[in-house]
């Protein structure tokens, strides 16, 4: 690369032969501001792909990794890798620009050279690297809108992350737990399913089966994102377990975000609503199943959350309250069938939603508590 980078140009090579070259070195023309400043990097920019096809292939990369960073992730990982991403480019760019004859032949000798390089490479990465990135992110979620996002759903490489859960460190000793050795351990389990979704089958089930295609790739993105593990999917419902309870209350409001962001626009008959219910306790790991009361309660709850809605227990709404942008309401003791004991359930609802005015609590209507502050329980 070294070598590559100063070919460009013979004045590189001119000025560091010494006084002798100088001497017989043209006198720099002056192409005027905008061509010495402006023109020229685009210019240059141009030379140095044609010249460099490994570079082209460089920048290529970056704008899609840049591309995939923003569509597929959420801070902080989207942050730090597009800062990198922009701090290579700028580096990159500055070195072969320093050389390039289109800085050289209209610069003079000294720290002019150095300035417009610094200021060719920020140009080029504000232009060619963050602007291109934003038109083709632009570009690929246009698409993603106009029907065709299960054909470009393969390319999302968050997809590939819950095929090696297993390998997760993090997972590592939930996993231990096989038929042979069970293992106990405190987990969050969670359970979504589909508004009406064995009616919506009866009356047009190849428009369910496309509308269950794209909810599973939406609940599968939210799941991994936040580091959840999918235990089993029966129909339209979701078993996810959870290592804690404030990912799968943040994993609960992303997938109701991103439901409701998919059926905004949407008439009536496109759109699909779901119920999620969340609760944590001590549960049997088999290595590929979970058993116990948690798993019994957690699948209780999911029935007593509204369309659209999330309910959790108690032991949910205390461990990640104040963790999460979320409102916890009580909903009061609800009778649960085989379960002697039930908790109480809270509504959970993100801080941008405003808290409703009456909320039913054991089949009664009630006020509402008057706090509001974020992550706070609402009891009634």
């Known amino acids: 690369m070294a070598d590559e980078t100063f070919s460009y140009s013979s004045k590189a090579v001119e000025a560091a032969a010494g006084p002798v070259a100088d001497a017989a070195a ?20 141009i030379d140095l792909q044609i010249h460099s096809p490994i570079l082209t292939a460089v920048y290529a990369g970056a704008l899609a990794l840049l591309v995939i960073l923003r569509l597929f992730t959420g801070n902080p990982i989207q ?28 610069t003079e000798p000294g720290w002019q050279v150095t300035a417009k390089s610094l200021w060719f490479a920020a140009l080029f990465t504000i232009i060619g690297v963050w602007g291109m990135s934003r038109v083709l992110q632009a570009f690929f979620s246009t698409l993603a809108t106009t029907g065709l996002g299960r054909m470009l759903a393969p390319i999302n490489p968050l997809r590939m992350l819950d095929k090696f859960r297993k390998t997760d460190a993090d997972l590592e000793a939930m996993d231990d737990g096989s038929s042979k050795n069970p293992k106990r351990q405190n987990t969050a389990i969670m359970f979504t ?14 428009a369910m089966v496309a509308k269950l295609n794209i909810h ?17 999917t029966i129909g ?3 078993m996810v377990r959870f290592r804690s309870a404030e990912s799968a209350v943040q994993c609960a409001l992303d997938c109701q975000k991103a439901i409701g962001a998919y059926n905004k626009g949407k008439p009536d008959g496109d759109q699909f609503h779901i119920r999620i219910g969340v609760h944590m306790g001590e549960v049997i790991h088999t290595g590929t199943d979970v058993f116990g009361e948690g798993v ?14 999330i309910a959790v227990s108690d032991v949910i709404a205390n461990a990640a309250r104040n963790k999460v942008p979320a409102h916890f309401m009580s909903l009061g003791r609800l009778p649960m069938k085989n379960i002697a004991n039930p908790p109480e359930l809270f509504k959970v609802f993100a801080v941008e939603e405003s808290a409703p005015k009456v ?15 974020p992550g706070g329980t609402f009891k009634i």
């Open 359 to 373: 909320a039913k609590a054991g089949g009664q209507p009630a006020a509402a508590a008057a706090g509001s502050a």
């Open 236 to 238: 339209d419902a979701f």
């Open 193 to 206: 399913d589909i508004v009406g979704y064995s009616a919506q089958m009866g009356k047009n089930e190849a």
């Open 79 to 106: 942050f730090l890798g597009c800062f990198l991403i922009y701090i290579y480019t700028t580096v990159q760019t500055f070195s072969l620009f320093r050389a390039s004859s289109y800085v050289v032949d209209y």
């Open 296 to 309: 019994n309660i957690a699948a209780r709850i999911e029935p007593k959350a509204d369309p659209d809605g």
């Open 216 to 232: 599973n790739e939406i609940m599968r993105n939210q799941i991994v994102r936040n580091r959840g593990t999918v235990i089993k």
């Open 26 to 45: 043209p006198v720099v023309q002056s192409g005027g501001f905008v061509v010495d400043w402006v023109f020229n990097m685009f210019a240059a920019a």
